[in-house]
């Protein structure tokens, strides 16, 4: 299970981002001072977070930005990392990051289209024992994995609203998680005035999130006994998307998380006829 938190405040330092090769995957960065851009696109990025679903032991976070050369009208694709502090089952990302990636871009000559911030449930995570030892454990039937996250939920709302106050110019971000069976989406819908809505924030956004939250541990509870998962994702979108968030679930098509290194049947069974 992810736990989000956005903060607004204004970082000592301004974040930079290094510019990663072409051909670099995405991954877990524990180097708060240097963050990192890779210019690829959406889909290929999406195999990436497959994989780290798969491989990786701590959670990381990007913001996904598809922009347009404002010479030439080209589309061009960026992955900023975002995350801080990353561990097994959280991260933490700053707000402010949206401001410091729109002039990172308005550098480049691109002007932000639609933009996402994306993370990844990882299958494995790490532990620590008594003496503080680190161990990685895998996590099987593990239900907080494969879902969205109450903090997930609640870090759209703020994530929108520090744009909406900020960065008006620019289109609405979304919060998007990535677990090993699919991604679920989430959005605010509508704009909030602080401290005007305060009242809707708690009716629409924390008193569902808290809903969840207890659902959830109860049916982590049961998939241990059960040894497997039983998940409505109707069910979930229905009970978590209010007059103010949406909430959106959509399952991979094929099962194998690097599509790169699936088998070719007909070749395997070309390969068997000739010898």
């Known amino acids: 299970m992810s736990k989000v938190s956005q903060h607004s405040t204004i970082p000592s330092k301004k974040f930079t981002y290094n510019e990663m090769p072409k051909d670099a995957s995405l991954e877990v ?67 402010k990051h949206l ?12 002007k932000v289209q639609e933009w996402s911030q994306y993370h990844f449930h990882p299958q494995k995570s790490e532990t620590f024992d008594t003496h503080g030892n680190q161990k990685t454990k895998t996590i099987k039937n593990k239900y907080l994995d494969k879902t969205i996250s109450p903090e997930d939920y609640v870090a759209s709302a703020k994530l929108e609203q520090y744009r909406q106050t900020h960065l008006p110019d620019t289109p609405p971000i979304d919060n998007k998680v990535v677990t090993s069976e699919g991604i679920w989406t989430s959005k605010l819908t509508q704009e909030l005035e602080i401290p005007e809505d305060k009242r809707d924030i708690k009716r629409y956004i924390n008193r569902p999130a808290r809903k969840y939250a207890r659902s959830e541990k109860r049916q982590d509870r049961s998939c241990y006994k059960k040894g497997h998962c039983e998940m409505d994702h109707k069910k979930i979108e229905k009970n978590l998307s209010t007059p103010y968030m949406e909430v959106d679930y959509e399952a991979f098509v094929d099962k194998e998380p690097d599509l790169d290194k699936a088998i070719d049947i007909n070749r395997l069974q070309q390969t068997i006829a000739a010898i």
């Open 99 to 110: 401001e410091y990636i729109k002039e990172d871009l308005a550098s480049k000559g691109v």
């Open 29 to 95: 960065n524990t180097d708060f001072s240097k963050h990192q851009v890779f210019e690829k696109s959406e889909e290929q990025g999406i195999k990436d977070l497959r994989q780290l679903c798969q491989n990786a032991h701590r959670e990381e976070a990007w913001i996904y930005v598809q922009g347009q050369d404002t010479q030439t009208g080209k589309s061009k694709e960026f992955w900023y990392e975002v995350g801080n502090f990353e561990t097994g089952v959280s991260f933490t990302s700053n707000c």
